[in-house]
Nanobody, 125 residues
Framework: QVQLVESGGGLVQAGNSLRLSCAAS????????MGWFRQAPGKERGFVAG????????YYADSVKGRFTISRDNAENTVYLQMNNLKPEDTAVYYC??????????????????WGQGTQVTVSS
């Protein structure tokens, strides 16, 4: 079993930055694909970014490309999401997820078994 805990969310003004962290425990995540997803009120949970087990490959939703960066430190069992130039439409609860998903399905929430509890990100205009 893998336990995931997100942190780093908060209230920021548009144009500012936040760095989310996802700390894993229970077992190493070094063999897992990791993903960040978000869910705004009244909307389905959607893909934000994903990273291969080695960190060599990263993937992003079109809406965050060029603004967000996903990274991982397998030695620290932690995944990060650096979010720059935040916009009000980025407001959501952000979740990290882990599993042995195929890269072709890295963006599909149902393929992940392990989830954190989420961290709220609110961007004011």
């Amino acid at each position: 079993q893998v336990q995931l805990v997100e942190s780093g969310g908060g209230l920021v003004q548009a144009g500012n930055s936040l760095r989310l962290s996802c700390a894993a425990s229970g077992r190493t995540i070094s063999s897992y694909v990791m993903g960040w997803f978000r869910q705004a009120p009244g909307k389905e949970r959607g893909f934000v970014a994903g990273i291969s087990w080695s960190g060599a490959y990263t993937y992003y939703a079109d809406s965050v490309k060029g603004r967000f960066t996903i990274s991982r430190d397998n030695a620290e069992n932690t995944v990060y999401l650096q979010m720059n130039n935040l916009k009000p439409e980025d407001t959501a609860v952000y979740y990290c997820a882990a599993d042995s998903v195929t890269i072709a399905r890295i963006h599909i929430p149902d393929d992940y078994d392990y989830w954190g509890q989420g961290t709220q990100v609110t961007v004011s205009s």
